[in-house]
């Protein structure tokens, strides 16, 4: 069973589409995230979800907005995209925030817009 | 979070052991030491963490200087597989302000040659 997955796997899209992607965790956990990978390779933090709740939001612009319709779920909506959002969006999920719990991460989404 | 330390790469040979390292000067006593891999088109993969002593799971071992500023990642006999990106990452138990999102570096590239 996989334990975090991701759909759709690739996404290619014109700029100022609407686009989702989806995440859902079987692990129980009580937090997910969102990050993003970009070209360079660089990964980064976007949003983390505690108990459908928001709680970081690290300056991604509003076209991007997370939504957890329940504790096993989190997607990525993104409006008007543009050429710069083109990366890899991987989803994540943890037991709490504590430094001393591992973070499962899902295989990844590479979105490419054209 | 605290900064961490790595060389951008390494190389090994297989059936071989590697040693991956980890600075990390300023360290505080409440943060855990993390390590995640990435391997080719794959999401992060947590490794192996640890507080003060050294740690065995069944990918690696991490072993833990007396005063906490460097930690080697040991991959007892690295594999074709093995070959990823190697982020060693400080964690605060209180997981960042309690958000729990991890903070990655650039990593070491570890190629293992057959």
């Known amino acids: 069973d996989t334990a975090v997955s991701q759909t759709p796997k690739y996404l290619v899209t014109q700029m100022g589409n609407d686009k989702s992607i989806k995440c859902e965790q079987n692990?129980?956990?009580?937090?997910m995230y969102w990050y993003k990978q970009d070209s360079k390779k660089f990964l980064k933090i976007m949003f983390s979800?505690?108990?459908?709740?928001?709680?970081i939001n690290e300056t991604v612009p509003n076209r991007f907005s997370p939504k957890s319709p329940d504790k096993a779920h989190l997607n990525l909506h993104i409006n008007s995209l543009e050429l710069g959002d083109s990366a890899v969006y991987f989803c994540?999920?943890?037991?709490?925030?504590?430094?001393?719990?591992?973070?499962?991460f899902g295989p990844g989404t590479r979105l490419t817009v054209t | 979070d605290a900064k961490t330390t790595q060389p951008n790469s390494m190389e090994s040979n297989e059936e071989e052991p590697v040693h991956l390292p980890c600075n990390h000067s300023?360290?505080?006593?409440?943060?855990?030491i993390h390590w995640y891999r990435q391997l080719p088109s794959q999401g992060p993969e947590y490794v192996i963490h640890?507080?003060?002593s050294n740690v065995n799971n069944r990918m690696a071992s991490l072993a833990i200087a007396e005063d906490r500023k460097s930690s080697t990642l040991i991959l007892h006999r690295a594999t074709l597989r093995d070959a990823a990106v190697y982020y060693c990452?400080?964690?605060?138990?209180?997981?960042?302000?309690?958000?729990?999102?991890?903070?990655f570096g650039q990593g070491t590239t570890l190629q293992v040659k057959p």
């Open positions: 994540a999920s943890s037991q709490g925030t504590s430094g001393s719990v591992e973070q499962y």
């Open positions: 692990l129980g956990h009580d937090t």
């Open positions: 979800y505690n108990n459908k709740e928001l709680i």
């Open positions: 300023t360290i505080s006593g409440t943060d855990y």
């Open positions: 640890g507080l003060t």
């Open positions: 990452i400080l964690r605060d138990i209180r997981g960042s302000s309690n958000t729990g999102k991890l903070i």
